[in-house]
């Protein structure tokens, strides 16, 4: 297996990219008597038949997709196949967008609704990451198996069940494949997707998750800022004494740190971390540039605006101090760029996609509890439109890593989850 080059990881503080602030929470019997009545209909409990019989297509799907790279910002591949299982799965209406996202558009009888379902395309390793899937007894292992390639898979199925048993919808159903989730993506798809002028989306359910118990209903903000600190580089030794780049940002993580470290120490929960460094040429140059790559997050956006404050006044601070003690005549320069940004937001507990998503995990005799997470959610949720993401199934861990692994357990059981749920969304058409 090829190894991802090492990166120095400065993990400050860490939290779960998707759940934060569990909280169980029970469906209103409202909701709970229209999940029992989609559920027992006869076309449905014959898709659930379907969904069963398909479990080693919707495997060899995954695995097949899983296989194919998927950077973000170099989806092609892996959008080229998925658009082409659309279409084998009986979709007529497939199409790429400007973004790079695949679209698929199912019908419904008419009340001028469109509910978005989707999954992400891209996963988080580089190109030339070893991606073939092994088996080791009942366990798939991968980079990119849960997150979120699995998601595809359970889109794929849904539709399948859906034609296959002849269920209508009262709402349009907008399927999605969608780039730029992970990393530097910055929710760039789904962004595409929400702008103004663009498609009319009135509820959005993600598929992006493990278990099918946490229903991610709020977005977890977050800001991303590369910062580039230059100087003149020269060698170690005939040079000596001009300004130093690493120099300077090493003083500038050291307050960063210790300011962010007083601000998170109370308060609604935020986290920040340098992730990424780099910059040099040899280990006897004077680099002539280094960087960082910052990520902050808050469940409240006057937090986040404060620590993103907080991280510009740092780093001015460590330059401006660095530059007064240096007697070389050429100063350094920090470059500051903003390279991602996803925006919070909340919505009530009451809201009935929601409360159609807690009562479908009851349902399915799950533990509900909803959650707040950074997800393709963030956008729509930003917006005031509907929106929640769902557990995908399975049993899986150690994504975003090249340890990561999934099983299929009760696999079958979340794809009925996800089709009961998208059922009441879009509105089952009863004959």
Known sequence: MKRIPLLILLSITAFSAFAQNEKTISAKTLYKTEIDKIAADKKVRKAFEIIQELEPTSIKELIELTQIPAPPFMEQKRAKRFKEMLREAGIDSVWVDE???????????????????????????????????????????APGIG??????????????????AAISTESDILIAGTVGEEGLGDLRGVKHLFKPGNLKIDSH??????EIGALLTNGLG????????????????????????????GKAIDYFSTAAGALVASGPKTSYNVGRIGGGTSVNSIPFESWIEVDMRSVSPDKLKDIEQILLNQVNKAINEYNSVIKA???????????????SGTQSPDLPLIQKGLAAIEYFKAKPSITTGSTNSNIPISLGIPSITIGRGGKGGESHSLGEWWINENGA?????????LLAEAGLKSD
């Open 99 to 141: 973004a790079g996202n695949v679209l698929a558009l199912r019908r419904g009888t008419g009340n001028g609704k469109t509910v978005l379902f989707e999954g992400h395309l891209d996963t988080v390793f580089p190109l030339d990451t070893d991606v073939t899937v092994k088996m080791r007894g009942d366990t798939l292992f």
């Open 222 to 249: 977050s800001v991303r800022y590369k910062i580039t600190f230059k100087g003149p580089g020269g060698h170690s030794w005939g040079a000596f004494g001009l300004a130093n780049p690493h120099h300077a940002m």
């Open 413 to 421: 059981e979340a794809i009925r989850f996800a089709l009961v749920v």
């Open 147 to 164: 997150d979120d390639t699995r998601a595809l898979s359970v889109v794929l199925t849904v539709m399948k069940a859906m034609n296959k």
């Open 329 to 343: 005549k050429e100063k350094l320069t920090a470059h500051v760029e903003k390279i991602g940004e996803r925006p």
């Open 205 to 210: 359910i993600a598929l992006d998750g493990g």
